[in-house]
């Protein structure tokens, strides 16, 4: 294992995203030896929550959106166009479809090795999801104002 990887390996997981958030300015919700979550209160006034989970050689990045479906069916088709070609412009995160607590929920998203992860390319990551969540919201919610 080099030594990026024992940063995130078992209980470094905690201390390790403690310290970057610390180092970084930010606050921890809530963490443990697998996850992590961050909450932040953005310039638009929503809050943004971001999700880390650790897995083998990986870090998931995640944050759920406010647009949520009971079903599938209910998915509008054009807004995972939307996303998916925003999806191809970034460097960092991507759109998809998560299901969570039976709910079907737009969320970006980014896979991290865990052996290219230091201080600036995690808050790199963060602030790029965060950003991305809310700028979508504050585009759905101009769309639904429309309508």
Partial sequence: MTS???????????STVTRYCQQ???????????????KFTMDSG??????????DKTLEFS????????????????????????SSQKKIGFWCIEEIGGRYIYSCMHNAEIQLMDIPYFRD????????????????????KRQ
């Fill in 4 to 14: 990026f990887e024992d940063l995130f390996s078992g209980v470094n997981f905690k």
């Fill in 24 to 38: 970084i300015g930010w606050k921890i919700a809530e963490v443990d030896d697998r996850h992590a979550m961050l």
């Fill in 46 to 55: 929503r809050e943004q929550v971001l999700w880390i989970l650790r897995y």
């Fill in 63 to 86: 944050v759920p959106s406010m647009a949520q479906f009971d079903r599938e069916e209910d998915i509008p088709h054009f807004l995972s166009t939307v996303l998916m070609r925003r």
């Fill in 125 to 144: 990551v963060v602030v790029s999801l965060i950003s991305e969540c809310d700028e979508f919201e504050g585009i759905l919610l101009d769309m639904l």
